[in-house]
Protein backbone atom coordinates (compact mmCIF):
# COMPACT_ATOMS: atom_id res chain seq x y z
CA UNK A 1 0.00 0.00 0.00
CA UNK A 2 1.52 3.37 -0.95
CA UNK A 3 1.13 6.60 0.53
CA UNK A 4 -1.99 7.60 -2.00
CA UNK A 5 -3.82 4.47 -0.85
CA UNK A 6 -3.43 5.96 2.83
CA UNK A 7 -4.02 9.28 2.29
CA UNK A 8 -7.33 8.21 -0.27
CA UNK A 9 -9.83 7.70 2.28
CA UNK A 10 -9.20 11.46 3.80
CA UNK A 11 -8.16 12.99 0.62
CA UNK A 12 -11.87 15.52 0.09
CA UNK A 13 -11.94 16.27 3.44
CA UNK A 14 -9.13 18.69 2.41
CA UNK A 15 -11.33 21.89 1.59
CA UNK A 16 -7.76 23.44 -0.08
CA UNK A 17 -8.08 20.38 -2.65
CA UNK A 18 -11.32 21.50 -3.66
CA UNK A 19 -10.34 24.83 -4.36
CA UNK A 20 -6.64 24.28 -6.13
CA UNK A 21 -9.18 21.90 -8.42
CA UNK A 22 -11.58 24.24 -8.80
CA UNK A 23 -9.08 26.82 -9.97
CA UNK A 24 -6.53 24.91 -12.33
CA UNK A 25 -10.29 23.91 -14.08
CA UNK A 26 -10.91 27.13 -14.68
CA UNK A 27 -7.82 27.95 -16.05
CA UNK A 28 -8.21 25.29 -18.30
CA UNK A 29 -11.43 26.40 -19.47
CA UNK A 30 -9.82 29.73 -20.46
CA UNK A 31 -7.14 28.71 -22.35
CA UNK A 32 -7.90 25.44 -23.95
CA UNK A 33 -11.18 25.15 -26.02
CA UNK A 34 -12.71 22.57 -24.62
CA UNK A 35 -15.66 21.01 -26.45
CA UNK A 36 -18.53 18.41 -25.64
CA UNK A 37 -17.30 16.17 -28.51
CA UNK A 38 -13.50 16.40 -26.98
CA UNK A 39 -11.74 12.88 -25.61
CA UNK A 40 -9.61 13.57 -22.78
CA UNK A 41 -7.44 11.98 -20.31
CA UNK A 42 -6.53 12.98 -16.56
CA UNK A 43 -2.85 10.99 -15.50
CA UNK A 44 -2.61 11.04 -11.40
CA UNK A 45 -6.35 11.67 -11.41
CA UNK A 46 -6.33 10.76 -7.37
CA UNK A 47 -10.15 11.26 -6.25
CA UNK A 48 -10.98 12.63 -9.45
CA UNK A 49 -11.30 16.52 -8.04
CA UNK A 50 -10.20 18.04 -11.07
CA UNK A 51 -12.40 15.69 -13.57
CA UNK A 52 -15.30 16.48 -11.72
CA UNK A 53 -14.85 20.34 -12.25
CA UNK A 54 -13.85 19.64 -15.87
CA UNK A 55 -17.04 16.85 -16.63
CA UNK A 56 -19.42 19.35 -17.98
CA UNK A 57 -16.89 20.56 -20.78
CA UNK A 58 -16.22 17.71 -21.99
CA UNK A 59 -16.97 14.25 -23.35
CA UNK A 60 -15.23 10.49 -22.37
CA UNK A 61 -12.87 11.24 -19.91
CA UNK A 62 -10.60 8.43 -18.80
CA UNK A 63 -8.73 9.16 -14.94
CA UNK A 64 -6.07 7.02 -14.47
CA UNK A 65 -3.69 6.41 -11.13
CA UNK A 66 -1.85 3.79 -10.04
CA UNK A 67 -3.25 3.82 -6.16
CA UNK A 68 -6.03 1.43 -5.62
CA UNK A 69 -7.21 3.81 -2.67
CA UNK A 70 -7.64 7.12 -4.86
CA UNK A 71 -9.40 4.42 -7.88
CA UNK A 72 -11.92 2.69 -5.01
CA UNK A 73 -13.30 6.07 -3.76
CA UNK A 74 -13.11 7.54 -6.79
CA UNK A 75 -15.49 4.49 -8.24
CA UNK A 76 -17.59 5.32 -5.47
CA UNK A 77 -18.16 9.18 -6.30
CA UNK A 78 -18.77 8.21 -9.92
CA UNK A 79 -21.61 5.94 -8.61
CA UNK A 80 -22.96 8.22 -5.92
CA UNK A 81 -23.11 10.99 -8.58
CA UNK A 82 -24.34 9.15 -11.82
CA UNK A 83 -22.03 10.78 -13.72
CA UNK A 84 -21.84 8.59 -17.34
CA UNK A 85 -18.39 10.01 -18.63
CA UNK A 86 -15.83 9.56 -16.43
CA UNK A 87 -14.07 5.74 -16.46
CA UNK A 88 -11.50 5.24 -13.92
CA UNK A 89 -8.77 2.76 -14.90
CA UNK A 90 -5.47 2.03 -13.24
CA UNK A 91 -2.63 3.13 -14.98
CA UNK A 92 0.91 3.69 -13.93
CA UNK A 93 2.70 6.57 -15.80
CA UNK A 94 6.27 5.24 -14.97
CA UNK A 95 6.07 1.71 -15.45
CA UNK A 96 3.30 0.82 -17.82
CA UNK A 97 3.24 0.23 -21.53
CA UNK A 98 0.70 3.56 -23.30
CA UNK A 99 -2.88 2.31 -24.02
CA UNK A 100 -3.52 2.67 -27.68
CA UNK A 101 -6.24 4.70 -27.30
CA UNK A 102 -5.25 9.09 -28.38
CA UNK A 103 -6.74 11.44 -26.88
CA UNK A 104 -7.67 15.28 -27.34
CA UNK A 105 -6.72 16.42 -24.16
CA UNK A 106 -4.39 15.33 -21.58
CA UNK A 107 -4.05 16.59 -18.40
CA UNK A 108 -2.50 16.22 -14.78
CA UNK A 109 -2.30 18.31 -11.62
CA UNK A 110 0.38 18.04 -9.15
CA UNK A 111 1.55 14.86 -11.17
CA UNK A 112 4.89 15.49 -12.85
CA UNK A 113 7.16 16.11 -9.64
CA UNK A 114 6.51 12.44 -8.84
CA UNK A 115 7.68 11.53 -12.07
CA UNK A 116 11.52 11.17 -12.18
CA UNK A 117 11.98 10.98 -16.51
CA UNK A 118 10.40 14.23 -17.11
CA UNK A 119 11.39 13.74 -20.60
CA UNK A 120 10.00 10.36 -21.35
CA UNK A 121 6.68 11.80 -19.47
CA UNK A 122 6.50 14.44 -21.82
CA UNK A 123 7.13 12.05 -25.06
CA UNK A 124 4.42 9.76 -23.78
CA UNK A 125 1.77 12.95 -23.11
CA UNK A 126 2.61 13.82 -26.65
CA UNK A 127 2.32 10.51 -27.98
CA UNK A 128 -0.96 9.70 -25.83
CA UNK A 129 -2.49 12.73 -27.91
CA UNK A 130 -4.04 13.22 -31.08
CA UNK A 131 -3.19 16.00 -33.35
CA UNK A 132 -4.24 18.57 -32.92
CA UNK A 133 -3.98 18.23 -29.14
CA UNK A 134 -3.57 19.97 -26.11
CA UNK A 135 -1.37 19.28 -22.40
CA UNK A 136 -2.30 20.83 -19.50
CA UNK A 137 0.31 20.28 -17.32
CA UNK A 138 -0.30 22.21 -13.32
CA UNK A 139 2.87 21.39 -11.19
CA UNK A 140 4.92 23.45 -8.55
CA UNK A 141 7.22 26.25 -9.66
CA UNK A 142 11.23 25.39 -7.95
CA UNK A 143 11.08 25.13 -4.42
CA UNK A 144 14.19 24.27 -1.73
CA UNK A 145 12.55 20.75 -1.08
CA UNK A 146 10.39 21.80 2.03
CA UNK A 147 7.13 21.22 0.28
CA UNK A 148 7.59 17.24 0.62
CA UNK A 149 10.28 17.74 3.14
CA UNK A 150 13.41 15.15 3.61
CA UNK A 151 12.61 11.83 1.99
CA UNK A 152 11.10 12.93 -1.28
CA UNK A 153 12.51 11.45 -4.11
CA UNK A 154 10.75 13.35 -6.73
CA UNK A 155 11.43 16.75 -8.34
CA UNK A 156 11.16 19.95 -6.07
CA UNK A 157 9.05 21.71 -8.54
CA UNK A 158 9.98 22.75 -11.95
CA UNK A 159 11.56 25.44 -13.64
CA UNK A 160 9.22 27.06 -16.40
CA UNK A 161 11.78 28.06 -18.84
CA UNK A 162 13.65 24.48 -18.73
CA UNK A 163 9.96 22.63 -18.42
CA UNK A 164 9.42 24.86 -21.77
CA UNK A 165 12.25 23.50 -23.50
CA UNK A 166 11.94 19.71 -23.06
CA UNK A 167 8.23 19.88 -23.78
CA UNK A 168 9.54 21.86 -27.68
CA UNK A 169 11.55 19.02 -27.34
CA UNK A 170 8.96 16.32 -26.94
CA UNK A 171 7.35 17.96 -29.91
CA UNK A 172 5.28 20.31 -28.54
CA UNK A 173 4.18 23.98 -29.95
CA UNK A 174 3.05 27.24 -28.54
CA UNK A 175 4.22 26.31 -24.71
CA UNK A 176 3.02 29.10 -22.00
CA UNK A 177 2.88 29.42 -18.47
CA UNK A 178 0.63 30.98 -15.90
CA UNK A 179 0.71 30.80 -11.98
CA UNK A 180 -3.00 29.47 -11.02
CA UNK A 181 -3.00 28.85 -7.66
CA UNK A 182 -1.10 29.25 -4.58
CA UNK A 183 -1.00 26.03 -1.79
CA UNK A 184 -0.88 27.63 1.67
CA UNK A 185 1.24 25.09 3.68
CA UNK A 186 2.75 24.91 7.32
CA UNK A 187 6.57 24.31 7.33
CA UNK A 188 8.88 24.30 10.24
CA UNK A 189 6.22 26.14 12.05
CA UNK A 190 5.74 28.80 9.69
CA UNK A 191 3.04 28.99 6.55
CA UNK A 192 4.42 29.15 3.14
CA UNK A 193 3.00 29.80 -0.39
CA UNK A 194 4.02 27.61 -3.36
CA UNK A 195 2.61 28.68 -6.52
CA UNK A 196 1.38 26.32 -8.84
CA UNK A 197 1.55 27.12 -12.78
CA UNK A 198 -0.37 25.46 -15.33
CA UNK A 199 1.66 25.05 -18.68
CA UNK A 200 -0.69 24.82 -21.48
CA UNK A 201 1.56 22.67 -24.84
CA UNK A 202 -0.38 21.99 -28.27
CA UNK A 203 0.27 19.15 -30.69
CA UNK A 204 -0.31 20.08 -34.40
Not at 26 to 47: F, H, Q, S, W, Y
Amino acid sequence: MNEFDLKARTWDADPAKWERARAVAEAIKTRVPLAPTMNALECGCGTGLLSFALRSRLGKITLADSSDGMLAVLKEKIAATGVTNLTPVKFNLETDPLPAEKHQLVYTLLTAHHIADTDKLLRDFHALLTAPGWLCLADLDTEDGSFHGAGFSGHNGFDRAELAAQARGAGFQEVSFATVFRINKEVGGQRREFPVFLMVAKKG
